[in-house]
């Protein structure tokens, strides 16, 4: 049992109060899809998240503070500092895919941007364009413009937040594009310190909250392969499934397919072996 007070459970997490300026965050191996938690769980999926998270954390300190304090050696624990987040998510796309090509379909738009007509789907954008999103307690998360993810947050802390972000992009898309993964679009969340300071909290670029395609498949003009959660998405749609609760069971096949793709994500990204991170979960860190 955790040594602190249960606060609370997300899609993955579980929260812990430590004291009054440490939570305890623990990754479990639960996997969502179009927001809904599944009945089947992914091995080792916690570790994954939790070790590539603190390795980007690591790395990332010059561009942007952050709420990790120390790892523990279950591999699927953090110790973290409390902030007060944002009511929005983060998101940069590097390339139009997911709800941006639904949404450009439709619309010739992505949360406000206005790409040039005759893109294909998967195209990589000119530019990283960061795309806000609500936080939906439940049901799923809506895409906003930037005008209203302004006047949730103030204009202020929205352009903090948004230069911010694409500068955690443009580092781990080199990085990533060097170790032969493309990052399509990923995922952060910010907080506010006791000292005001904007901070970047939960987890980051990790095969939940991104979607990363194998380099070498790469072929716009269609769905890529991938790294993430795309291989549950698509069993999930398979199935005639409506998308609420409760979800499909995974099969054997799915779940095998599932861990294989987090695992290798997160060798190829680390550069480290992920047995070796299972053993001293310190080895993310230097």
Not at 73 to 86: F, H, I, N, Q, W
Not at 139 to 168: C, P
Not at 199 to 228: C, I, K
């Amino acid at each position: 049992m955790p040594d602190g007070v249960h606060l609370g459970s997300g899609k993955v997490r579980e929260l812990y109060a430590l004291d009054p300026t440490r939570l305890l965050l623990v990754a479990s191996d639960r996997i969502s899809t179009f927001d809904v938690v599944l009945p089947t769980e992914i091995p080792d999926k916690g570790r994954v998240l939790t070790g590539l998270s603190a390795f980007w954390f690591a790395r990332t300190k010059s561009i942007t503070p952050n709420h990790l304090l120390a790892l523990r050696p279950d591999g699927r624990s953090t110790e973290c500092r409390r902030l007060a987040m944002l009511p929005v998510e983060c998101v940069v796309r590097g390339y139009l895919a997911g709800s941006g090509w639904k949404d450009y379909q439709q619309t010739g738009e992505v949360s406000g941007h206005r790409p040039r007509p005759g893109l294909r789907e998967s195209d990589r954008l000119p530019e990283p364009i960061f795309t806000p999103a609500t936080k939906a307690t439940s049901g799923h998360d809506e895409n906003i413009t930037r005008e209203q993810a302004a006047r949730l947050v103030g204009a202020e802390r929205f352009a903090e937040a948004e230069r911010l972000s694409i500068a955690l992009y443009r580092f781990a898309a080199e990085h990533a594009g060097a170790r032969g993964i493309l990052i399509a679009d990923t995922k952060f969340e910010f907080g506010v310190d006791a000292g005001g300071r904007l901070v970047l909290g939960d987890e980051a670029l990790t095969p939940d909250s991104s979607r990363f395609w194998p380099a070498d498949e790469y072929a716009p003009g269609r769905p890529q392969a991938s790294f993430d959660k795309q291989f549950v998405r698509d069993f999930c749609e398979k199935t005639g499934w409506k998308k609420t609760y409760p979800g499909p069971e995974l099969t054997q096949e799915v779940v095998t397919g599932t861990r294989a793709r987090y695992v290798e994500a997160f060798e190829r990204l680390t550069g480290i072996a992920f047995t070796r991170y299972v053993a001293d979960p310190q080895v993310v860190l230097g």
